[in-house]
């Protein structure tokens, strides 16, 4: 293959990985908060279409390869947090105020430091309780349907075998042909028509300390930061305010159109960014251009997937979401014991979020956030907390190359250095 060919090829392939291998997490998300089918097909619209736009706009102006994407663990938290007071529109008001702190980020330097302040085996442990109940959801259905599930669990291991990138996107297709199978077809040409629709967002207490607090720390800790440190292991400075600007704002913009949270790209960040895309580390930002509207074009097809979805028979969607998270609850688990110095509080923390409890109204991944804090300021004095979720620093080094020690990487907006 060409060297200007590849860099395209490696954008359709995040757009195309980046997709399938959350689209159903994303999809069980919107529906758990309350959205009606025509509501979560105009949140994937309005996610496609924010981090699309948002990816070709800041890979061409710092000709880098900073891709964006949906928040997968937001997603899964809004599964955990399920229903809030007031419904659909609440949560869609909690959207808007995540959007809001995301880009108060961006303009106050400390809303991230007080973030990296959350021991990270606290983050992590509430991250993996929240996700425990969707990664369940293939042993469950395969007790129940095994007929249905089975097959979609050996693509799944086979591949992660042979090609582990195509895993979950392998295992999101067999879900698709089972389910025109057993439906008799594929859904009607209008429902292949993308359908904005409009939620005027209310405001409930109880939805805005529940869902919109910890959606944010999620994004921040299990996203954002992250996805600074996969582009600084390739040489690059993520320009960490006007990202953060820019998801804010998509937010902000996705949110009445029911999208929960855009962020920079973590995992999906390498397939646009590794020296696999091109030998130049200069030219690696087409591929983001490319995975950028490749984004916005498979909007076009978002409402057609989610009625597709919501044929299902019962089960096999919510059996691809939880394989998709294997890998991010195995990563959650591993960062929450990695410690002994803050093991029982990490352990605290995971055990409330699992349970699912909700308190006064309030989901239980606030309440998962409060016991390990708790118990981090009980068990230990905080001047000798372990080892915390760290923000990128903000001053930018002279040499134009990304930092490669153990600290977070320094956002810029300077090329990466030979």
Do not use: K
């Not at 913009?253 to 646009?272: E, V």
């Not at 093991?343 to 956030?369: E, N, Y």
Request: glycine content about 10%.
């Amino acid at each position: 293959m060409s060297d200007h060919l590849r860099p395209v090829v490696a954008g359709l392939v995040t757009a195309l990985v980046g997709s399938t291998s959350s689209f159903a997490v994303v999809l069980a998300g919107l529906r758990a908060v309350g959205a009606s089918p025509a509501q979560a097909g105009s949140g994937l619209l309005a996610l496609f279409v924010t981090m699309g736009l948002a990816t070709v706009v800041v890979s061409a102006r710092t000709r880098m390869p900073v891709t964006f994407a949906w928040s997968t663990p937001g997603a899964a938290l809004l599964v955990g947090t399920g229903g809030v007071v007031g419904g659909w529109p609440a949560a869609v008001g909690a959207f808007l105020v995540t959007g809001l702190l995301i880009t108060a980020t961006a303009v106050w330097p400390g809303l991230g430091r007080l973030i990296a302040r959350i021991p990270a085996p606290v983050a992590q442990a509430m991250l993996a309780g929240v996700l425990l109940s969707l990664c369940l959801a293939p042993a469950r259905a395969a007790v129940s349907t095994p007929w249905l599930v089975l097959p979609v669990i050996a693509v799944w291991l086979v591949l992660l075998r042979l090609a582990p990138r195509w895993a979950v996107p392998a295992a999101f297709v067999v879900v698709v042909v089972i389910v025109v199978a057993v439906t008799g077809g594929l859904p009607g040409d209008r429902s292949l028509l993308p359908t904005p629709v409009w939620t005027t967002p209310t405001w409930s207490t109880q939805a805005l300390i529940g869902l919109a607090v910890p959606l944010y720390v999620v994004t921040m800790a299990s996203q954002n930061v992250p996805g600074v440190a996969v582009l600084a292991s390739f040489g690059y400075r993520t320009p960490w305010r006007p990202a953060m600007a820019v998801t804010g704002v998509g937010t902000l913009l996705g949110a009445p159109f029911g999208g929960h949270a855009i962020n920079l790209a973590a995992i999906s960040a390498a397939l646009s960014a590794s020296p696999d895309v091109h030998p130049d580390p200069e030219r690696r930002w087409i591929a983001a251009q490319t995975a950028g509207w490749a984004y916005v074009a498979l909007g076009l097809v978002s409402t057609g997937l989610v009625e597709l979805v919501a044929r299902a028979p019962a089960g096999l969607v919510e059996t691809a979401a939880g394989l998709a998270l294997l890998p991010t609850l195995a990563a959650s688990l591993a960062g929450a014991l990695a410690g002994p110095e803050l093991r029982i509080p990490a352990v605290a923390t995971f055990v409330v979020a699992a349970g699912g409890a909700s308190v006064l109204g309030i989901g239980p991944a606030f309440w998962a956030l409060v016991v390990g804090l708790v118990a981090c300021g009980v068990l230990r004095p905080w001047r000798a907390r372990a080892r915390t979720v760290r923000a990128p620093r903000w001053r930018a080094s002279r040499s134009g190359t990304a930092s490669r020690s153990s600290r977070s990487p320094r956002p810029g907006r300077r090329r990466p250095g030979r």
